[in-house]
């Protein structure tokens, strides 16, 4: 089964830190950007970070940048989402998508073949 897990969410406090990590399952990421999104209760899924192919590229919303950064590890098959200095407003459900291209694209409208799950993000005190 072809399929993307997340993990690593839970509850923490503001100014903690969480890695995210996104897992392929029957396929390997190597020829996948993959892009990270978040969605918070009653608000719309927005774009939090991506990261191309080879790992040589990566992009950032503005409200990440700087606390937030992509990694990945093509031998594990997983990418990873280290968050620092998470505020409040970082709690949300973290979802991984993946397309089979070299850069990666961080849009709610484009169509990635591949959607995990979700991990829930909460940070509160």
């Known amino acids: 089964q072809l399929q993307l897990v997340e993990s690593g969410g839970g509850l923490v406090q503001p100014g903690g830190s969480l890695r995210l990590s996104c897992a392929a399952s029957?396929?390997?990421?190597?020829?996948?950007?993959i892009s990270w999104f978040r969605q918070a209760p009653g608000k719309e899924r927005e774009g939090v970070s991506c990261?191309?192919?080879?790992?040589?590229?990566?992009k950032y919303a503005g409200s990440v940048k700087g606390r937030f950064t992509i990694t990945r590890d093509n031998a594990k098959n997983t990418v990873y989402l280290q968050m620092n200095s998470l505020k409040p407003e970082d709690t949300a459900i973290y979802y991984c998508?993946?397309?089979?291209?070299?850069?990666?694209?961080?849009?709610?409208?484009?169509?990635?073949?591949?959607w995990g799950q979700g991990t829930q993000v909460t940070v509160s005190s």
């Open positions: 029957g396929f390997t990421l190597d020829y996948y950007a």
């Open positions: 998508a993946a397309d089979r291209a070299w850069v990666c694209v961080l849009s709610t409208t484009y169509e990635y073949d591949y």
């Open positions: 990261i191309s192919s080879s790992g040589g590229s990566t």
